[in-house]
Nanobody, 127 residues
Framework: QVQLVESGGGLVQPGGSLRLSCAAS????????MGWFRQAPGKEREFVAA????????AYADSVKGRFTMSRDNAKNMVYLQMNSLKPEDTAVYYC????????????????????WGQGTQVTVSS
C-alpha cells in the first residue's frame, strides 16, 4: 500500500499562488498514476488534475486549465500542484490520490479511479 500526505495549503489572496505537495511512502510511485481532487463545503469531490505514472501525460479540469500545473518526481516519491492566478472559487480541501496501474500513459480523472487518498490540505482564497 501507499500512504499519501499533502502539504502546502493555506490562505492566499485572489491572484496569488500556492504550491501543493504530496509525499508518498510505503511504495515507490513509479507505477502509480496520480491525481489531485478538491472538495468545497457542501459539494462533491471533483477532479482537478492528473498525471500518468510515466509523467508524460497530464489532464486538467476546464476550470483550472492554464492556471494549475501538475508534476511529479518519481525519484523523490513526490507529486506537486502549482496553482497560479487563484480565485475564491478555488477554495476547497485538496486531496492527492494514487492508482496502481500497468499503463504508463493514462492520466485518470475519475474519483472512483483511485484507491489511495491523502487526508487533504485546506486552500482558502480570500481577500
Amino acid at each position: 500500500q501507499v500512504q499519501l500526505v499533502e502539504s502546502g495549503g493555506g490562505l492566499v489572496q485572489p491572484g496569488g499562488s500556492l504550491r501543493l505537495s504530496c509525499a508518498a511512502s510505503g511504495r515507490t510511485l513509479s507505477s502509480y498514476a496520480m491525481g489531485w481532487f478538491r472538495q468545497a463545503p457542501g459539494k462533491e469531490r471533483e477532479f482537478v488534475a492528473a498525471i500518468s505514472w510515466a509523467g508524460g501525460r497530464t489532464a486538467y479540469a476546464d476550470s483550472v486549465k492554464g492556471r494549475f500545473t501538475m508534476s511529479r518526481d518519481n525519484a523523490k516519491n513526490m507529486v506537486y500542484l502549482q496553482m497560479n492566478s487563484l480565485k475564491p472559487e478555488d477554495t476547497a480541501v485538496y486531496y492527492c490520490a494514487a492508482r496502481y496501474t500497468y499503463s504508463g500513459s493514462v492520466p485518470y480523472s475519475g474519483v472512483r479511479d483511485y484507491g489511495y487518498w491523502g487526508q487533504g490540505t485546506q486552500v482558502t482564497v480570500s481577500s
